[in-house]
């Protein structure tokens, strides 16, 4: 009975060399599996990369206003024909970021065989003249070389070294800030559209001259915003009291003080006449 009893307990206890080899050859099957599907795989995507279907034949071009949409296909010269999942769209990305009319680009892969490319255009804000002209947006940076006449509503910006600008192809911060905050002031003083030339002046700060009749208007350094109040209401004076002249000149570089230089001949001559002299 008890050599039976001893043969049970050693037919049931298996041999560690079998415990140890069992994770093993679980281990291999496994690493096995992995390398067939790689295998698997990268052979489906070459196949995938020589399929007809998925060769681009269609790029669409959105947010185009003032950029003809046969200029950004150029500019991201997409291989005729190339294979959609083959194509390397931050390459054309950075080749259409360097168009000087695009601020930001977003290159969309869509299966079959369609790329879509979504720009965001530069707002012209300014032209800087540097020697020739160039269209700056609200960031101070020179992007386009302009023929003037063709953005009769811009204004020309000068007076600025030209050296400074040609580094880094942007207007220097400081004259930056010194624009925009005239431009926020010009919304409700004088339009935008109808200042003709901001010049910076040799002392730094700000001279204006009107599309209209090339009226000067001294603004000094700072404070925009109290003198373009000042200048608003000169100018609604000499409207309202019917003031005959012709104004060459306004200087609001003064804090407590406005001068005017012009032909005034006109009104002191209606004067009389009213008094009967």
């Not at 990369?49 to 949409?69: K, M, N, Y």
């Not at 012209?124 to 269209?135: E, M, S």
């Not at 000067?216 to 000169?234: C, E, F, H, P, T």
Request: charged share 25%; glycine share 6%; hydrophobic share 45%.
């Amino acid at each position: 009975m008890a050599a039976v009893n001893k043969k049970k307990k050693l037919r049931g206890r298996q041999p560690r060399w079998r415990s140890l080899l069992r994770p093993f050859l679980y281990g291999i099957l496994i690493s096995l599996s992995l390398y067939g599907l790689s295998i698997f795989c990268v052979a489906g995507y070459h196949m995938l990369l020589r399929c007809p279907w998925l060769r681009v034949t269609a790029i669409q071009v959105e947010g185009c206003q003032r950029v003809e949409s046969a200029a950004i296909i150029e500019q991201a010269k997409i291989p005729p024909g190339v294979n959609i999942l083959a194509l390397d769209l931050d390459d054309v990305r950075q080749r259409v970021a360097s168009h000087p009319w695009v601020a930001d680009v977003s290159v969309i892969r869509e299966i079959p065989d369609r790329v879509r490319i979504v720009i965001a255009e530069r707002r012209p804000f300014a032209i800087v003249r540097t020697g020739d002209f160039y269209l700056i947006d609200s960031s101070g940076y020179c992007f386009a070389k302009v023929e003037v006449a063709k953005y009769p509503g811009l204004p020309i910006i000068s007076g600025i070294d030209t050296a400074l600008i040609s580094r880094r192809r942007r207007v220097p911060p400081r004259v930056l800030a010194m624009i925009k905050e005239l431009h926020a002031q010009c919304q409700s003083g004088l339009p935008w559209r109808l200042i003709s030339e901001i010049v910076v002046t040799s002392s730094g700060g700000l001279k204006l001259f009107t599309l209209k009749d090339g009226i000067a208007i001294n603004l000094g350094k700072d404070d925009y915003a109290r003198k373009m109040v000042r200048l608003q209401r000169v100018l609604q004076y000499l409207e309202e009291q019917h003031i005959p002249c012709r104004l060459r000149a306004i200087d609001l570089a003064y804090r407590d003080r406005v001068f005017l230089r012009g032909d005034f001949s006109s009104a002191q001559k209606l004067q009389h006449e009213r008094k009967g002299v």
